[in-house]
Every structure is written in C-alpha cells, then in structure tokens.
C-alpha cells in the first residue's frame, strides 16, 4: 500500500472518531505555574445527561504526587451563559495524587469549561479544561 492511501485511511479514521471519545482525558497547568493537573472520566464515552466520575491527579512540576489539596470544580457554557447543571465535589483521596470527583454531569452537547480551584497548605492554585461533547 502507498504512503498517500495510508494518510488518506488514517485521516477518515479519524474523522470518525467522536469528540466524547477525545474528551476523556483533559491536562492542564496551574496559574501559577508549580502544579499539573490530569482529569480522567471513569464514564467512557462521555454521555450527555449520564451522572459520573471522574480521577484528578495532581502532580508538582518534580512530577511528585501532591496529597492533601482542596478542590473545587465548577464550569459551565460560556455560549450558552449558564453553569453546571449539577455541583460536582470531591469526595475521596485515593493516593498518588489522585482524587476522586463525583457527581459530574452534561446535560447538552458543546464547549464546556472546567474551572478547578486547588488549595495546597497556603497556597492557591487555579486550572481551566475545556470539554467538546
């Protein structure tokens, strides 16, 4: 098979994966910088009106776990002015920098935004995802 059947099979592939399959994982860095955060939905795929789970971890930019943070998650739809149609806590640490959120929900396709507020001892971390459904 040529190189250019390759690419052009490759790029329908692709143009049949669904956003809810790439949303799954988000990554971002805190303002200020000194933190990464990964958000991974335990509900795969993402489904609009479907209550669910996800894991933050948090790591230092050492890549060391970060225990003991506060959490807050909020967001919204900025297109369509509106917020989170539940309020999503954390509820666990599981170790390894990793918490557990729940009570997350979609309840229409688009652009939401994620807003997490972390407090680690005195300091004050912020850090916005975006998922496309």
Do not use: K
């Not at 970060?66 to 297109?79: K, Q």
């Amino acid at each position: 098979m040529r190189t250019p059947d390759i690419i052009a099979i490759w790029l329908v592939l692709l143009s049949l994966c669904s956003p809810t399959l790439l949303a799954r994982e988000l990554l971002a860095e805190s303002q200020p910088p000194g933190l990464i955060i990964n958000m991974q939905s335990q509900l795969q795929p993402l489904t609009i009106n479907q209550m669910h789970s996800w894991i933050i971890t948090i790591r230092d930019t050492d890549n060391r776990p970060v225990a003991g943070a506060t959490i807050e998650v909020n967001g919204g739809m900025a297109e369509h002015d509106h917020g989170l149609a539940t309020a999503p806590r954390v509820t666990d640490y599981l170790g390894d920098g990793a918490y557990l959120l729940q009570g997350m929900r979609f309840h229409m396709p688009g652009q939401w935004q994620l807003e997490l507020t972390i407090l680690v001892e005195t300091a004050r971390y912020s850090a916005s995802m975006t998922v496309d459904l």
